[in-house]
Nanobody
Framework: VQLQASGGGSVQAGGSLRLSCAAS????????MNWYRQAPGKQRELVAS???????NYADSVKGRFTISRDNAKNMVNLQMNSLKADDTAVYYC???????????????WGQGTQVTVSS
């Protein structure tokens, strides 16, 4: 299973970016899909989650500004980021919890990370 993230870049404060992450390979089903981020000198933190039924969770710091969505047919997860702040600057990683067969166990798979830089 491979994850390819895209959509990072540089933007001024108040701007928007949309991140996408496509999963490929032998995937039977995906339960939860997440976006994490890691700023320089800080621990990786969970930004947003979306479950197979469509329910979502967000870190308090991004509530009302970020929206996570998923396309189950394409095994994709997206993160729409609006009203970006300098504090949102980080490398963003996607992660999925997936299994490769009906009786297989779920495992976590990570994308390679994409840089988001917000200038104030």
């Amino acid at each position: 299973v491979q994850l390819q993230a895209s959509g990072g870049g540089s933007v001024q404060a108040g701007g928007s970016l949309r991140l996408s992450c496509a999963a490929s390979g032998n995937i039977f089903s995906i339960s939860v899909m997440n976006w994490y981020r890691q700023a320089p000198g800080k621990q990786r933190e969970l930004v947003a989650s979306i479950y197979s039924g469509g329910s979502t969770n967000y870190a308090d710091s991004v509530k009302g500004r970020f929206t996570i969505s998923r396309d189950n047919a394409k095994n994709m997860v997206n993160l729409q980021m609006n009203s970006l702040k300098a504090d949102d600057t980080a490398v963003y990683y996607c992660k999925i919890r997936a299994r490769q067969s009906r009786r297989g166990e779920y495992a976590d798979y990570w994308g390679q990370g994409t840089q988001v830089t917000v200038s104030s």
